[in-house]
Nanobody, 114 residues
Framework: QVQLVESGGGLVHPGGSLRLSCVAS????????MSWYRQAPGIQREWVGN???????GYADYVKGRFTISRDNAKNTVYLQMNSLKPEDTAVYYC????????WGQGTQVTVSS
């Protein structure tokens, strides 16, 4: 069965950095499009970005230039490098795989606060 496990969240000061990881299993990771989403309290879950099987990435405007998505197919892992973090980046971050329906991880909390 498909499993996605995120890690790497935590508390960071504004301007700081974090790298999130999502380890995947149960499907052919190397050919999969992987996405990152986030959800802040009281706000609908929103798309952060994605990475295609060939490594092409796309980002939401509000993270472009600050966040970078990468993947390591040998480790079945997708990463979200977050730099220049702002308080408004505070949210639970999820990775997602789509295969006839959406599969989500459990999420990892990112809190940006001084």
């Amino acid at each position: 069965q498909v499993q996605l496990v995120e890690s790497g969240g935590g508390l960071v000061h504004p301007g700081g950095s974090l790298r999130l990881s999502c380890v995947a299993s149960g499907f052919i990771f190397s050919s999969a499009v992987m996405s990152w989403y986030r959800q802040a309290p009281g706000i609908q879950r929103e798309w952060v970005g994605n990475i295609l099987s060939g490594g092409t990435t796309g980002y939401a405007d509000y993270v472009k230039g600050r966040f970078t998505i990468s993947r390591d197919n040998a480790k079945n892992t997708v990463y979200l490098q977050m730099n220049s973090l702002k308080p408004e980046d505070t949210a639970v971050y999820y990775c997602k795989h789509y295969d006839s329906h959406d599969y989500w991880g459990q999420g990892t909390q990112v809190t940006v606060s001084s």
